[in-house]
């Protein structure tokens, strides 16, 4: 076990923090997960510019202390070969802690088969702070817990008038009729750096994206649905459990290939 903290890197499964610290407190801090694409920060695909924005954003939004930008890449760059996910996390005073995981074992059988999906519908699994990735991850983690117990790989997030947000761990995107759709920023969900680098992928092959509002009638003429993030890539499902309705999709055609054209 390794990981960088506040200018250091630790060979050890602890970390010491003050028993004020607003992180261990209040789930006060900002944090972003990347995949590290051929050991490189400077790959394409890893997008370490736009992770470091968008820690930024959300650092000068909460009026927090910015971190030393230069100690974070060098954390990054000790930890990168060893682990091709890393999570940067940043306290409320400027400091880093970076962490680094394995890919899961089995995400290309996910890629393949597909996942089952739950409609996480109640106002506990909803996110505060639905703009930012802070510390306090409360309901998306409790949605998930809830969904693997019953049987569920993913939960999908909703409002209070049950339209479809995100997953606890991605973005997502419907077909039908020769068009992606995502829901819209608007709505209150997490804008991904993995979404924001396919919309761009997809108006640049001059296909159809349109960023909308996933109402629970209009979700039901999807003919396909996936989630995306910044490291498993594209995960299709398989079915969705609306509690009281199963969505079921047909993910052996071909159609799933445009989105991952993308990353090889």
Known sequence: MKYWYDGQLFTEDKISLSIDDPGLKYGATVFTTLRVYQQSLDHPLTQWKA????????????????????????GANYLIGTYPVLRITIFPDGKEWITGRFLP?????????????????DSLFQRSLQGHK???????????QKAKKLGFQEAILVNSQDNWLETTTGNLWGWKEGTWYTPGLEVGILPGIGRWQLIN???????????????????????LVVYTNSVVEVIPFSSIDCQGEYLNFDISGELLQILYQYYQ
């Open 51 to 74: 992770h470091c924005h968008r820690l930024q954003t959300s650092l000068r939004q909460f009026a927090w202390c910015l971190p030393n930008w230069q100690k974070i890449a060098e």
């Open 105 to 121: 074992e089995n995400l290309v059988k996910l890629q393949q088969q597909g996942v089952k999906g739950w409609l996480a519908k």
């Open 201 to 223: 992928w997809l108006r640049q092959k001059n296909i159809n994206v349109i960023e909308n509002q996933w109402s629970p009638s209009w979700v039901k003429s999807l003919e």
């Open 134 to 144: 802070t510390g306090n991850y409360l309901g998306a983690y409790l949605a998930l």
